[in-house]
């Protein structure tokens, strides 16, 4: 077990429905990265939070979007969601900002969309 | 566009054999490079960690990388059936975000 814990484990919503995915960081790391992983690929970067600020963006478009919180929680939010935003999302947690040694992934969240 | 590019197999392999993992990267001013373990239906986990070139170990896993030629590769020795998996291949450089390769599928066989 990593510490980090995302929730729902699973989401099924239909095209054009929003949906907010959760997670929590292991404890005394300060940074979550958000990752995209569809089925047979790579995970594929979406952005990462830094200290409550966004540190770096993947090649997503806007409606993909994050927050983090001062406890280093953080929400992955996707609005107008598209049939193609169906996959496994994964947050990793690390500490160190611009260039954490070693990061470690939740158990990630599972979203279909019809 | 930084690349990671893994044969995304399936390498199948007999139970105590040795299993080669390759991996190659675009990027050259990627520092860090890491390999990860992924079970079907699960999320990656990290196995191996390698900053320098030469090779790193710890229990079965040894961990290779060449700098010049661009070059990680994951070796695993006496492959379990338990080793079964995905092993995806991940780089970052300085100031960077993580890159993962597609993943290869190792299979091993009793």
């Known amino acids: 077990e990593t510490g980090v814990t995302q929730s729902p484990t699973h989401l099924i919503k239909t095209r054009g429905q929003q949906v907010t995915l959760r997670c929590s960081s292991q404890?005394?790391?300060?940074?979550v990265s958000w990752y995209q992983q569809a089925l047979g690929q790579g995970p594929q970067f979406i952005f990462q939070y830094y200290r409550e600020e966004e540190n770096g963006r993947g090649n997503f478009p806007p409606r993909f979007s994050g927050l983090q919180f001062p406890n280093y929680s953080s929400e992955l939010n996707v609005n107008a969601l598209e049939l193609d935003d169906s996959a496994l999302y994964l947050c990793?947690?690390?500490?160190?900002?611009?260039?954490?040694?070693?990061?470690?992934f939740g158990p990630g969240t599972r979203l279909t969309v019809l | 566009q930084k690349e990671v590019e893994q044969n995304s197999g399936p390498l199948s392999v007999p139970e105590g054999a040795i299993a080669s993992l390759n991996c190659t990267y675009s990027?050259?001013?990627?520092?860090?490079f890491f390999w990860y373990r992924q079970y079907s239906g699960k999320s990656p986990e990290l196995i191996m960690s390698?900053?320098?070139?030469g090779d790193k170990e710890d229990g079965r896993f040894t961990a290779q990388l060449n700098k010049a030629s661009q070059y990680v590769s994951l070796l695993i020795r006496d492959s379990q059936p338990s080793d079964s998996a995905t092993y995806l291949c991940a780089v970052k450089g300085y100031g960077q975000n993580f890159v993962f390769g597609p993943g290869t599928r190792l299979s091993v066989l009793p």
């Open positions: 390698i900053y320098s070139n």
């Open positions: 990793a947690s690390s500490l160190g900002g611009d260039s954490p040694k070693q990061q470690f």
């Open positions: 990027d050259r001013v990627s520092q860090s």
């Open positions: 404890s005394g790391h300060n940074t």
